[in-house]
T-cell receptor, first 109, second 113 residues
Framework: GQQLNQSPQSMFIQEGEDVSMNCTSSSIFNTWLWYKQDPGEGPVLLIALYKAGELTSNGRLTAQFGITRKDSFLNISASIPSDVGIYFCAGGATNKLIFGTGTLLAVQP | NAGVTQTPKFQVLKTGQSMTLQCAQD?????MYWYRQDPGMGLRLIYY???????DKGEVPNGYNVSRLNKREFSLRLESAAPSQTSVYFC????????????FGSGTQLSVL
């Protein structure tokens, strides 16, 4: 089945550092979504993007919808310990949502 | 305000056993979904139900059946569990047609020995 390439697979950083992760696809999407999953919980939506080139922020998080509509990135600034978790991208086309493979983020205080 | 409730949270089965994973929502959403999550892979859609009384196959439906019992409940059944079905299963619901309005339960961790 179709999957999105998400990188990096994992990141181990110090508190206060900035983080960047991205998703790429061979297919064009109309929507890009970014989710965070805490241990033992389901994914929770962080940011939704609907237009090519769109840049959207949610607190310390910023995400962009790539111009080609085949990629998206998520930045986290000044990371804190509660940022720990798995971050997933998801690309949407018509009524279908395809999820990325996830980026595991560990933040050391 | 529970949102999306999944039961059980953990389950261990022997190969060949059957079981039903339950999902209930109190958000009055029409659409409900079952996904599985495996290490190194994104969430993959097993089955979905666009509205009460309808169900459709997703990307990986083999080995599963579903029932949309009413608007609130959407169950996933494994008739004869296999080790390849060891996974974390998530139920999700969606409000309207906007993709961003997808809400997930907290998951069921299933091990098939």
């Amino acid at each position: 089945g179709q999957q999105l390439n998400q990188s990096p697979q994992s990141m181990f950083i110090q508190e206060g550092e900035d983080v960047s992760m991205n998703c790429t696809s061979s297919s064009i999407f109309n929507t890009w979504l970014w989710y965070k999953q805490d241990p033992g919980e389901g994914p929770v939506l962080l940011i939704a993007l609907y237009k090519a080139g769109e840049l959207t922020s949610n607190g310390r998080l910023t995400a962009q919808f790539g111009i080609t509509r085949k990629d998206s990135f998520l930045n986290i600034s000044a990371s804190i310990p509660s940022d720990v978790g798995i971050y997933f991208c998801a690309g949407g086309a018509t009524n279908k949502l395809i999820f990325g493979t996830g980026t595991l983020l560990a933040v050391q205080p | 305000n529970a949102g999306v409730t999944q039961t059980p949270k953990f389950q261990v089965l022997k190969t060949g056993q059957s079981m039903t994973l339950q999902c209930a929502q109190d958000m009055n959403h029409n659409s409900m979904y079952w996904y599985r999550q495996d290490p190194g892979m994104g969430l993959r859609l097993i089955y979905y139900s666009a509205s009460e009384g309808t169900t459709d196959k997703g990307e990986v439906p083999n080995g599963y059946n579903v029932s949309r019992l009413n608007k609130r409940e959407f169950s996933l059944r494994l008739e004869s569990a296999a080790p390849s079905q060891t996974s974390v299963y998530f139920c999700a619901t969606r409000a309207g047609t906007e993709m961003k309005k997808l809400f997930f339960g907290s998951g069921t961790q299933l091990s098939v020995l």
